[in-house]
């Protein structure tokens, strides 16, 4: 098991740095760099750059480095524990992300709780009564949860929300504690705020988990196994529960370590529309304005918080499902 | 037919035949099928049954609500006709508001005439299923409202449904194939193959999506027609999706390695392609058939993230994510709330998609 | 079809029967449009505070904001007196004496929203525009003079003036930024043309404290206007000098001194840079001159920012040694902070705006939205005012003279009368009723009739009418007959379909869209348009790389030809839609780029070139022969222009005071700066 454990690490470790030169080289495909991208910008705004002053800029920043130089200059940034400037904040990488990556993660594991939740006993049910009145509705209601983008569902509410209930919905935080240092009172302050974000990101996550624990279910409840579980009598609640829930939870656990930049992603739009302060954002801006660190430090983040978590859903998936066994693991 | 011939039926039957009957007592499976069907011809006869050129434009028909259709006249017989109508933009509001003149009302006429277009992209013709008497249908008929621009929704729905239910498919079907091949391969194989396929799933997974979209739109070369402009971006959006039925189905193949009618099977000297098509994957069907139920609406959602980031699809490239995207502002919310019925047969064509799979997974399990 | 019963186009179709030319058709439209927009009561007369500049009618006793008092009690701050200059600017409020205190909310869409602030924060130019935009007015500087032969430019300042920590503004600050800023190849490779009449530089010498000349070897009459206007010599301290930019003739010399290797040594601003968490002193100085991210930064403009633009929340708080002051000798301004609060979309910015989120905000608010923000007037407790502006078009089809990569679009692309027949094939009317709900003036790139450097009203007009038989007339003529089964005409090369690329970018109005509805009027000219909505760096990329057919943007600014001339003429590399080549050729001395083949582009640059040296009366007559080459030859195809759809949607809390029914929605009038946010304040 420890040898296992070893090897998994060593191998999340490659597997980081290669998704530190992938993501060098993808923030490197779209056309100019930081600096025309500012000129480009001040331009938009009405501001001229002159040609000479770019190249200043690009020699102050190092953009007139190769690549190579500047992911050496980046790599060795990170081994001291830092993640080097961003152009356009002209700060610190970390600093300009700062409360953002926590805020991302409580964001994002409240999403995740919220669906599988929901999408858990949904699911279940559906399957177990197939075809029933309730299973149709769901079934409709989580469609209709798929096929309406993020942001038309969030500015939805938020016009409704100030419409109907006269009631501004955005943000984490009211605006007495926007700029405040933590205390308790931000805290419940956050608190209040995370709910409606929370559901609006699970929504769509949590039709498309219902659909496939009702789908693995099925499968599992027709097969040898259950018939002669029933058939010996035993009670429903315990024929279903036992087995064929957790062997339809395999392929959940197989992808647990996704969720995370999943939830991330889809987290983008939503957090542009309403205003919250998490890394998505920030990550979309930083490749508009094609601020190669601040862009690379936010997917590494997501990177390694990827990797680690697709380690633990294999380790869980061992746990759960017990015809895996460590060799087949290699 | 007594109930011993319907059993000796049944006895004799092929494999085929039972796979049909079963199918055929799924109602709701073949009311979908018929549904994936009627959406399929609508795409083939785009042209035929939308009534409109989707790219017209005309400001005097912006935001136009959808139009009331009187089915009988005064006299209680059948005669469907729809009112002209006339506009007026408030000048204190700014807001356009539309009347029915009664004094001019236009008769619904079944094929009539309208712009011209190539049936099956041979045939010139200018037959539409519906037209109306007296009057160009671009400037009477407006079953479903205007946009802004004052395009006719219904006739654009219309169209879009061929690129979206045409290109966006293969998207999805790409997806699927790599997805079970290369989940199948390192599942059974293991060993180093399982290790390298695993780190690349894992690296680009760990990418969130938007900036691997704009690196390659922004490699789509200057001269390429907006069609094939959509259709690379549907390979890129399919090139993301595999990933995830990939680890699904690695985890399954993991698990069922080990049961006995494999091994069974493995003895009785069965080819690998055999024992993985016709005893592995069968047994997780539902799994990949709910995976592209859900494949085809992330597909449709995701073109509108990428109107987002700049990277729009423009005409003559119109899909239902390209109306969609076109909705997601204030001005329609708050004016013009019918232009989100684009939403309705994305939400149809996916549940029917979704009934119709689960109906065939049923009957390919006839004695199930 | 639907009839619009507009009375303009009843009263149209009239004349249509009656075989009316399109030109007098287009006449009756445009009366009918200006009676529907006075009939709306939202454009307002042009109006903001009085300056008072006799010395004898200034107030001698002064007040403070209560909020200073205090810390003047605390012995934080010098009295009231002593902070403001002895020569003040003087405001008489547009309606009253205001009140203090109150915070400001607005929205910005992020870091790179500076100008957002910038603008209300203009009053540190040395010179700006009255509240009509037709005249120079003193600012920072109060008085300057023009010696006769053009040459010498002499700037007063005012005695006693301070910076916002409290330090003396004085002709040092601008000497320093000469000499060590601007003077420093570090910093500023390239001087700007600006400086540099005819490529010959200028210089600054100080005369005494309060007086400042500027040199220059040859006749430079244009430099009052340079001063004044949105230029880089001219811009003030916040926008020439916040972005990674080292422009506008003066800096805090007192206070940058420490950051440059000059006062002390390379390694040991360096060092600092480094511990500072920079890479190198230039990147540390890009920093601390920014004053939306330095707080310490010493400023001049009425408010100063307390919490940088790189948070959620952008504030800034009263500057408490202000310059100006009101007729009952208040100290300015009125409120004590503007709060700005990041919105990351416009959708909900304007969602926000019409909840009444916003006590002012004219910025990013879209025009398409205005029967919305109409509608909720009373529940968000604000009023609508559209503020026209006076540039010729919103939307302009700027066509590529440099392009060639393909020798066959070459040719039409630099073919006047095929760019005049894609002019003549566009219903400006049609795209003014969907994009601008009426309210803007169809026509050509000419700025406004109102403006100085308009050329005649008969030029508004030129080749700028929907006339499809003649575009078809002349398209037939130049060669282009021939036609491909579905009706557009082919290439004469290959006998391929014609396929001319549109670059649309999702900016000041929706560009992309406007284009799809001019691609399909082209459609009855048998003209196939293909648009292409990108990214805006890539777009920025492929007209640098002269890719493009032809780019989609505005003119605004072009109104004072002069001052901001890149989106009317190829003079600059940074924006150059209509010849990137060209522009570098004109840019660099004709030692890079191409050299045009076209006389009409060689005389705009020679009439451009001279104006420089010219009195005003010259220079105008100079932009109106300019105008009148542009609007004949129609490298920029204007569409719809002289709107509120850029920055002219102003939304006001009606808890404010003293504010304008119109304001000059202009570049030079850095929109809303001339109106002088200082002035305005809360009722209640």
Redo the contacts between chains.
């Keep these: 098991m420890l040898a296992y454990l070893v090897r998994r690490v060593g191998?999340a470790v490659?597997?980081i740095w290669?998704?530190t030169i992938?993501?060098f080289i993808?923030?490197q495909?779209?056309?100019?760099d930081f600096v025309?991208?500012?000129?480009?910008?001040?331009?938009?705004?009405?501001?001229?750059?002159?040609?000479?002053?770019a190249?200043?800029?690009r020699h102050?920043?190092?953009l007139d480095q190769s690549v190579w130089v500047q992911y050496y200059k980046w790599m060795a940034h990170i081994v001291h524990g830092e993640f080097?400037?961003s152009f356009?904040?002209?700060?610190?990488v970390t600093?300009?992300i700062g409360d953002r990556l926590w805020l991302t993660i409580l964001l994002s594991i409240g999403a995740i709780i919220v669906t599988w939740g929901l999408a858990l006993p949904i699911g279940i049910y559906s399957a177990v009564r197939q075809?029933s009145i309730g299973d149709y509705i769901f079934?409709?209601i989580g469609?209709?949860g798929?096929?309406?983008?993020?942001?038309?569902l969030a500015?939805?509410i938020?016009?409704v929300g100030?419409r109907v209930f006269n009631v501004?919905v955005?943000?984490l935080f009211s605006?007495e504690f926007?700029?405040a240092p933590w205390s308790w009172a931000k805290v419940w302050d956050l608190a209040g705020h995370l709910p409606v974000p929370m559901l609006i990101l699970a929504l769509a996550g949590t039709a498309?988990l219902v659909?496939?624990m009702?789908?693995?279910l099925?499968?599992e409840l027709?097969?040898p196994y259950v018939v002669t579980a029933r058939a010996r009598g035993l009670s429903e609640r315990r024929v279903i529960m036992k087995y064929p829930v957790r062997?339809a939870l395999?392929?959940f656990?197989?992808?647990i370590?996704?969720l995370l930049?999943?939830t991330?992603?889809g987290s983008?739009?939503i957090s542009?529309?309403?205003?919250l302060?998490t890394v998505g954002?920030l990550?979309?801006?930083s490749?508009?304005?094609?601020d190669m660190l601040l862009?690379s430090t936010i997917?590494l983040m997501?990177?390694v918080?990827?990797?680690f978590g697709?380690l633990l859903s294999d380790l869980l998936?061992m746990w759960i499902?017990p015809?895996?066994r460590l060799g087949?693991?290699? | 037919m007594s109930a011993t011939t319907a059993e000796n039926k049944v006895a004799v039957a092929s494999q085929r035949q039972l796979i049909w009957w079963r199918f055929r007592k799924h109602k709701?499976a073949l009311v979908s099928a018929f549904i994936v069907a009627a959406f399929y011809l609508v795409a083939m006869f785009a042209d035929t049954i939308a009534y409109t050129e989707p790219f017209d434009t005309q400001s005097a028909r912006s935001y136009i609500p959808p139009q009331p259709i009187t089915w009988f006249d005064a006299d209680g017989h059948f005669h469907p006709t729809v009112n002209a109508l006339k506009g007026k933009r408030d000048p204190r509001t700014f807001k356009l508001s539309y009347a029915p003149d009664p004094g001019e009302t236009r008769d619904l006429v079944l094929f009539g005439h309208g712009y011209e277009y190539r049936l099956f992209g041979l045939i010139p013709t200018d037959i539409h299923l519906l037209g109306v008497s007296n009057s160009r249908p671009q400037d009477a008929l407006f079953l479903l409202g205007t946009d802004q621009l004052g395009r006719d929704v219904f006739s654009r729905l219309v169209l879009a449904s061929r690129t979206s239910l045409t290109i966006g498919l293969v998207g999805v079907v790409m997806s699927l194939v790599l997805g079970v091949l290369l989940g199948g391969i390192s599942g059974l194989y293991?060993?180093w193959i399982?290790?390298v396929i695993q780190?690349v799933i894992?690296?680009l997974?760990?990418?969130?999506?938007?900036?691997?979209w704009?690196?390659?739109a922004?490699?789509v070369p200057n001269s390429w027609t907006p069609q094939q402009v959509y259709f690379v971006i549907t390979l890129i959006i399919s090139l993301i999706g595999w990933t995830?039925l990939a680890?699904?189905v690695?985890?399954?193949f993991?698990?069922l390695?080990?049961e006995d009618f494999i091994t069974a099977a493995e003895l009785a000297g069965a080819s690998q392609m055999r024992i993985i098509f016709k005893h592995m994957v069968p047994?997780?069907?539902?799994?990949i058939?709910?995976?592209v139920?859900?494949a085809l609406?992330?597909m449709?959602?995701s073109e509108?993230?990428l109107s987002?980031?700049g990277l729009g699809l423009r005409p003559p490239a119109i899909s239902w994510g390209v109306l969609?995207?076109d909705?997601?502002?204030?001005q329609t919310?708050?004016l013009a709330p019918w232009l989100?019925v684009v939403?309705l047969p994305?939400?149809v064509v996916?549940?029917a998609f979704?009934f119709l799979g689960d109906g065939l997974?049923d009957a390919a399990?006839p004695y199930? | 079809m639907p009839n619009l019963s507009r009375p303009h186009l009843s009263r149209r179709g009239l004349l249509a029967t009656l075989a009316a030319s399109p030109v007098a058709m287009a006449l009756l439209t445009e009366a009918a449009r200006a009676a529907d927009l006075a009939a709306s009561g939202l454009v307002g007369e042009l109006q903001g505070p009085t300056m008072i500049t006799d010395p004898a009618k200034w107030p001698t006793k002064f007040q403070e904001a209560p909020m200073l008092a205090e810390r003047v009690k605390a012995g934080k701050l010098p009295p009231v007196a002593e902070r403001i200059p002895a020569e003040p600017m003087v405001w008489q409020p547009l309606n009253e004496t205001g009140k203090y205190g109150g915070t400001w909310r607005r929205a910005f869409t992020?870091?790179?929203?500076?100008?957002n602030a910038n603008r209300i924060n203009a009053s540190d130019k040395c010179f700006f525009w009255s509240a009509d935009g037709s005249k120079i007015v003193p600012c920072v500087a109060k008085a300057y003079e023009l010696s006769d032969d053009g040459k010498t430019y002499t700037m007063h300042l005012r005695k006693g003036m301070k910076w916002s920590d409290g330090s003396p503004f004085t002709a040092d600050d601008f000497v320093f930024w000469f000499e060590d800023i601007y003077g420093n190849k570090?910093?500023?490779?390239?001087p700007?043309t600006d400086m540099s009449p005819q490529g010959k530089p200028g210089r600054i010498v100080k005369v005494d404290e309060v007086t400042v000349r500027f040199e220059f070897d040859v006749p430079y009459y244009l430099f009052e206007e340079m001063m004044a206007g949105?230029t880089?010599i001219g811009g003030g301290q916040s926008?020439r000098q916040s972005?990674?930019?080292?422009f506008g003739a003066y800096s805090p010399g007192h206070y940058l001194k420490q950051f440059l290797p000059k006062y002390s040594s390379l390694e040991e601003v360096n060092a600092r840079a480094k511990k500072e968490?920079?890479?190198?002193w230039?990147?540390m100085l890009?920093?601390k001159k920014?004053w939306s991210?330095n707080t310490e930064l010493p400023t001049l403009g009425p408010w100063k920012t307390v919490?940088s633009i790189?948070?959620?929340?952008w504030?800034l708080e009263r500057n408490p040694f202000y310059y100006a002051i009101d007729t009952a000798g208040n100290q300015l301004p009125y409120m004590d902070k503007v709060q700005l609060?990041?919105?990351?979309?416009l959708?909900?910015i304007n969602?926000?705006a019409?909840?009444g989120?916003y006590d002012e905000q004219e910025r990013h608010i879209d025009i398409s939205k205005l029967p919305v923000l109409l509608d909720n007037q009373d529940k968000g407790n604000y009023k609508v005012h559209l503020d026209l502006g006076f540039a010729g078009s919103d939307f302009i089809l700027q066509i590529n003279q440099s392009y060639k990569a393909d020798p066959e679009i070459r040719k039409w692309l630099t073919n006047a009368d095929f760019r005049r027949a894609l002019s003549l094939g566009i219903d400006r009317d049609q795209l003014n009723d969907t994009f601008w709900l009426g309210v803007g003036t169809p026509g050509s790139p000419v700025p406004g009739e109102s403006m100085p450097q308009n050329p005649g009203p008969e030029w508004r007009k030129k080749w700028s009418v929907l006339d499809v038989r003649q575009a078809n007339a002349m398209l037939d003529k130049i060669g282009l007959a021939k036609k491909d089964s579905a009706g557009f005409r082919v290439r004469t090369d290959n006998g391929e379909r014609l396929r001319i690329q549109i670059v649309a970018i999702q900016?000041f109005m929706p560009f992309p869209k406007m284009s799809e509805m001019v691609g399909d009027q082209w459609q009855k000219i048998g003209i196939q348009a293909d648009v292409r909505e990108m990214?805006?760096?890539?777009a920025?990329?492929?007209v640098?790389n002269n890719e493009t057919h032809i780019y989609t943007w505005n003119n605004?600014?072009t109104e004072l030809l002069y001052l901001?001339p890149?989106h009317a003429i190829p003079v600059?590399?940074?924006?150059a839609y209509m010849g990137p080549e060209y522009a570098n050729y004109y840019?660099s001395g004709g030692t890079q780029g191409m050299k045009p083949d076209d006389p009409n582009i060689l005389r705009i640059w020679e009439l451009f070139t001279e104006a420089a040296g010219l009195k005003a009366e010259g220079r105008n007559h100079n932009a109106q022969e300019i105008w009148k080459i542009l609007a004949d030859q129609q490298y920029g195809i204007g569409t719809v222009g002289q709107s509120p759809a850029g920055l002219g949607v102003r939304l006001v809390s009606n808890k404010l005071g003293n504010i304008a029914s119109r304001v000059c929605n202009a570049?030079h009038c850095r929109t809303p700066g001339n109106s002088h946010a200082e002035t305005w304040y809360f009722k209640a």
């Design positions: 191998l490659i597997t290669a998704i992938v993501t993808i923030l495909l779209p056309p100019g025309d991208a500012y000129v480009a910008q001040a331009s938009a705004m009405g501001t001229a750059i002159s040609a000479g002053e190249a200043a800029l102050a920043y190092g080097g400037q356009e904040y002209g700060r610190p600093e300009v075809y079934t409709f469609f209709v798929l096929a309406v983008p993020n942001f038309l500015l939805i938020m016009y100030l501004s955005g943000g605006s926007q700029l498309q659909r496939i009702r789908a693995n099925l499968d027709r097969r062997a395999n392929p656990a197989s992808t370590g996704y930049p999943y991330v992603s983008v739009i542009v529309v309403l205003s302060p954002p990550l979309l801006h490749l508009i304005s094609q862009g997917i997501l990177g918080l990827t990797v697709t998936l499902d015809r895996i087949q693991l290699k | 709701l293991g060993g399982d290790v780190r894992e690296i997974r760990s990418i969130p999506t938007i900036p691997l704009m690196g390659l922004a490699a995830e680890r699904v690695r985890g399954r993991l698990a390695r080990e047994s997780f069907l539902s799994h058939i709910a995976a139920s859900l609406p992330a449709i959602i509108t993230t987002f980031l969609l995207q909705a997601q502002n204030l919310l708050a989100l939403a994305v939400i996916i549940l979704n997974r399990d199930g | 992020g870091p790179g929203d500076v100008e570090e910093i500023v490779p390239t700007t949105d880089l926008v972005q990674k930019l080292s968490g920079f890479e190198n230039l990147q890009h920093f920014d991210l919490q790189n948070n959620p929340i504030l609060t990041l919105g990351e979309n959708e909900v969602l926000r019409m909840a989120d900016a990214e805006r760096n890539l920025t990329t492929r640098r605004g600014g901001f890149r600059d590399p940074t924006e840019a570049q």
